[in-house]
């Protein structure tokens, strides 16, 4: 076991993966000589060259593009986005080509590319480089998207995201880059299933990646009122495991959902739907979500904070549910 940062697993990840298989690079805006703007990425030039730490100009669709070309050319290429705010310039890269090759061509063409990109607020970074558009991505067919929370799921996922056939994204948020955790040098992590984070009995709550931490911090604060949360970390967005919520709605009968998204047709909206279908009659208690306020994330920190869900909104919403 080492203890590493979050932002230490993802590029250990990478490490381990550019080790492993020649055809794997590195390309993005400043992943070079700059390390990243999130310095995931720092040292990795030195180590592997600029034929594989390739640094991009400012052009998402290009590189995104550049990527999805390398990937059918038997590459196995890992494409950094620096937000996903700026991922929409690409999107037309990854939604017209990348999901639908497969596809288009009958199952002739595979396109086995990885795109990373950073998410999420709390940084005051204002409206162009907080939001999370993860919710958006997973609506398309074609295309995996993960989005791991733990310092252990950021050093593992990668691997199996590469060995994947069809594009993977995984949304790294921002806030988590910093923390630390001991993982084990060669960690295996299931990009198929969601996973419980904390057992209970009295009330779900459903979340991934940043909100995560959060939600189990309400967690602890409904414990010491007495309430036992079961904390359900989704992990893989597309496609859902909607066995596993489905087991942990049955299980409380009572459930909140956590998004960091906006409310309005979120991902939160999706679980909702899937709940009411498909066990309604479990259910003891309407099902209530905490998500973004529906604004721009703003750069004030009174206000972003305001905007984004909190332990305390979380809290609120589970009391409300459980009629406390």
């Not at 037309?92 to 596809?103: E, G, S, Y």
């Not at 970074?125 to 939001?131: G, K």
């Not at 709550?205 to 007495?226: F, M, N, P, R, V």
Request: glycine letters at 8%; charged letters at 20%.
């Amino acid at each position: 076991m080492t203890q590493v940062s979050y932002r230490e697993a993802v590029r250990g990840a990478i490490r381990m993966a550019m080790q492993a298989d020649e055809r794997v690079f590195l390309m993005g805006e400043d992943v070079g000589h700059y390390g990243g703007c999130y310095a995931v990425s720092q040292g990795l030039l030195d180590e592997f060259g600029p034929e594989r730490i390739r640094d991009t100009p400012l052009s998402e669709s290009a590189f995104t593009g550049a990527g999805i070309g390398a990937a059918l050319g038997g590459m196995r290429p890992i494409v950094e986005v620096m937000t996903c705010n700026f991922s929409l310039l690409s999107i037309d890269q990854i939604m017209n080509n990348a999901a639908t090759i497969r596809h288009m061509s009958g199952g002739q063409f595979t396109v086995p590319v990885v795109i990373r990109m950073a998410t999420g607020g709390g940084r005051q970074l204002a409206a162009q480089h907080s939001h999370s558009l993860e919710g958006w991505y997973a609506h398309i067919p074609g295309i995996r998207v993960l989005a791991p929370a733990t310092v252990e799921d950021a050093a593992g996922m990668l691997a199996p995201a590469l060995d994947d056939p069809d594009p993977v994204l995984i949304f790294e948020n921002a806030l988590l880059y910093n923390d630390t955790a001991d993982v084990d040098d060669a960690v295996a992590v299931d990009i198929d299933h969601a996973v419980i984070r904390r057992e209970g009995s009295d009330i779900s709550l459903i979340t991934y990646g940043g909100s995560l931490g959060k939600t189990l911090a309400a967690a602890e604060e409904l414990a010491a009122q007495d309430i036992s949360a079961e904390v359900l970390d989704l992990r893989i967005l597309r496609p859902l495991d909607e066995a596993a919520i489905l087991a942990t709605v049955s299980k409380t009968q009572r459930c909140v959902i956590v998004d960091e998204g906006w409310r309005s047709g979120s991902l939160a909206a999706e679980i909702m739907a899937r709940i009411i279908e498909h066990a309604f009659w479990t259910l003891d208690a309407p099902l209530a979500r905490v998500c973004s306020e529906e604004v721009p994330v703003p750069y004030a920190r009174h206000l972003e904070e305001a905007a984004l869900p909190s332990t305390e909104k979380i809290v609120a919403a589970a009391l409300a549910v459980l009629g406390r």
